[in-house]
């Protein structure tokens, strides 16, 4: 019973984590510019996400060890070294973009600027880490991230034309404007595998407590929890598609996007775009905060748990504390969040190479995980990861000059 | 490093468009800032979005048209298409100005 209770949770947890500030952006920018011409970038990051996520809860579950605690520990301090820097600064970026994303939902709200809100949601967020416990802060944010079901509900609503988003299933050469095409893709696929995604589930199942019995709920939960997630992902690109497209609009600015659902919802959706935008950047941003205390704290041997009082991993507490003041700096220089997102999302790609492949090589350590480390099907997709992660690092670059709006 | 680096660069430059193109590409964002403040404005008079999100909106497009009539200016595309491009920035310019008097 316990176990069905968090299977279901699982799901819950993965489907209202899975939307965020990166989804948003990449996503309407996606459906205003090509309507559904790039759902399949959404699939194929989706797919590469469900084999990333669930390999990473394997992992915890065998080993009841962290990602970066097992790579220190059987790689070296030296081969980890660069990869955590490389983290590190990602992992601030992202936080950066969520917060920016919270404080516009906020602007949109209120009417206040952006910057006068980065250091409140700063600390908003700190006071959720600081008081709350890991399952209290799971639950909590991905249940209320279940309000961005409102893009899947208006998606529908539109009656979009099936042949037209199924054709966008499958993957085209650009109808247009072909080096924004590529680079909306690759910042797509650097949105959905965010790497702080698989290194915090496995720190998440170490604080959960998993062992071998929970690897069938950890590929449950990775299938159908991130593949129910995507079809958020897929709802917003199909709304931007439908509103946004036809009249000509497209985003470059998140007040743009902000007027999406307003069509489905005359009176609501400005609001609904504002409070889901504002709930799943804080439960990312939360997220993002503890995974970046989760990675320190193991790198080099620290005391850490978000369930422990603060006092007992002081350490542990002080990173997402100064991590959280520096990431508020950007909204308060007067960054443009959505620049600042679209431009961390292209770096997610850039970087998923020297995050992955420390990861991908333990996962095939028989002496480490035994039965449980990974068979053919699973070296395959690893096997693809490591290739387009390749790939994405090569072009991401050069098509930021030439795509990046 | 060097290499990846020298290939980036080369394929930014390859990427060069002529004056002609690169007004076109640039002037895009002018039509879809025009027809965000259209569709705002629709929204705003039916009571979909507040008087505020208006205002931010309209300042935000004219942040963008000051920046279209400054690419105008230094352009070196064809002074037909960039006496077209004023043209249009001018109506998009004076149907921002309309909206603002409407929200007074």
Known sequence: ?405 | MRRFLSAALLLAACSRKSPDEQLIKQFDSVKSWSATVQFAGEKWRANSVPAFFMRATIAAAEKDYDAAARSIDQSRARKELRDQFRRELDAARASAQRLKHELR
Request: glycine share 6%.
């Open chain 1, 1 to 405: 019973m316990k176990k069905a209770t968090q299977l279901a949770l699982g799901v819950l947890t993965a489907v209202g984590g899975f939307f965020d500030v990166g989804n948003i952006a990449t996503c309407t920018q996606a459906g205003a510019h090509f309507r559904f011409q790039l759902i399949w970038s959404l699939i194929l990051a989706t797919i590469v996400v469900i084999f990333l996520i669930e390999m990473s809860g394997r992992f915890a579950a065998v080993t009841k060890k962290a990602l970066p605690d097992a790579i220190r520990e059987h790689l070296g301090f030296s081969f980890w070294f660069v990869p955590f820097l490389i983290l590190t600064a990602v992992h601030l970026l992202v936080l950066a973009a969520e917060i920016g994303g919270i404080c516009f939902a906020l602007h949109l709200i209120t009417g206040l600027p952006i910057q006068v809100w980065a250091l409140p949601v700063a600390i908003l967020v700190w006071l959720f880490l600081w008081r709350s416990t890991f399952n209290a802060i799971e639950n909590s944010t991905s249940i209320l991230g279940l309000i961005t079901l409102c893009f899947v509900v208006a998606a529908i609503w539109h009656h979009p034309p099936v042949h037209e988003v199924l054709a966008g299933s499958l993957p085209s050469m650009p109808s247009h404007d072909p080096a924004n095409y590529w680079f909306i893709a690759v910042s797509i696929v650097g949105a959905v595998i965010a790497p702080y995604l698989f290194y915090f589930y496995s720190s998440g199942a170490v604080e959960d407590e998993w062992d071998s019995t929970y690897i069938p709920i950890n590929r449950v939960v990775a299938v159908i929890g991130m593949g129910f997630g995507s079809i958020i992902s897929v709802g917003a690109i199909i709304v931007a598609g439908i509103v946004l497209a036809p009249r000509g609009i497209k985003v470059s600015d998140y007040h743009q996007a902000a007027l999406m659902l307003t069509e489905i919802f005359p009176f609501w959706g400005y609001l609904l775009f504002a409070i889901s935008m504002a709930i799943a950047c804080l439960g990312a941003a939360v997220e993002v905060a503890l995974s970046m205390s989760y990675t320190f704290a193991q790198t080099f041997g620290w005391n850490w748990g978000e369930d422990l009082e603060p006092i007992k991993d002081a350490r542990f507490s002080l990173v997402y504390t100064i991590a959280l003041l520096l990431a508020s700096l950007f909204m308060v220089a007067g960054i443009d969040p959505l620049k600042l997102t679209i431009m961390t999302m292209a770096t997610n790609a850039f970087v998923l190479p020297f995050v992955t492949i420390p990861f991908l090589l333990l996962m095939n350590d028989r002496k480490l995980l035994r039965d449980a480390s990974n068979g053919i099907i699973s070296n395959i997709a690893t096997a693809a990861i490591v290739v387009l992660a390749l790939v994405l690092a090569v072009v991401s670059i050069p098509l930021t000059f030439m795509g990046g709006s």
